[in-house]
């Protein structure tokens, strides 16, 4: 178990080095729509080839092509890449080696969220644990199942919305590309067609895609 923040507590994966950034690349020669990534920790936008834009409810659409663009922890931008493009989504306010903010002026929880960022972020650490409310509101710190729903209604948030996406986050940024079940399983997901379904839902674009823009 380690602390959370807000001193919850909450279980690490078994695997309990996470890599400090995710390189996803356009697949092949066509140009690449990615929406639905919510990251449970503030990340900088280093274009490493070609171009991309990038769109935040509420923001000017902006285009990168060298400079970095950060994107602050539970945002929901939409991400297109030019052909044969490469970016990395760089972790600025967490230390995924060590579970710790990397900046003590960017704090790790949100304080517009704080329930659904603390929850975000023990979902990230450890996908293979069975989230459900009850564990959930038991590492959270809430004496009630209840009690964690209604704070998250308050957020505007889904619990199994957010544990699903963060499911998917830690499975983009680990690269994992196998289908086989035991890699699924790690996921929180029961077999590879249930992560295929959730993968297409989340981020628009078909399984085999994902993989192909996270082949190494």
Known sequence: ???APYGYCFPTSASSVVEDKLVVRSAGEESVNLRGLRFPFAVSVQVLKGTCDIAIPGQM???CSGGDRTIELL????VTLSRQSEVAFQTLAYDAYRA???KEGRAQASSQKPITSSLALAVFLAPHWRWCRATASAALGFHRSSELSQALMREGENFTDVVTTQRLMRFLFD???SAVTSACMSYGFSDRFSL???LENRFGIMPRTVRKMLSR
């Open 1 to 3: 178990m380690r602390r």
């Open 61 to 63: 659409l902006a285009g």
């Open 75 to 78: 945002q929901v931008p939409e």
């Open 100 to 102: 710790r903010p990397l």
């Open 175 to 177: 690269g994992c590309c």
């Open 196 to 198: 295929d379904i959730a």
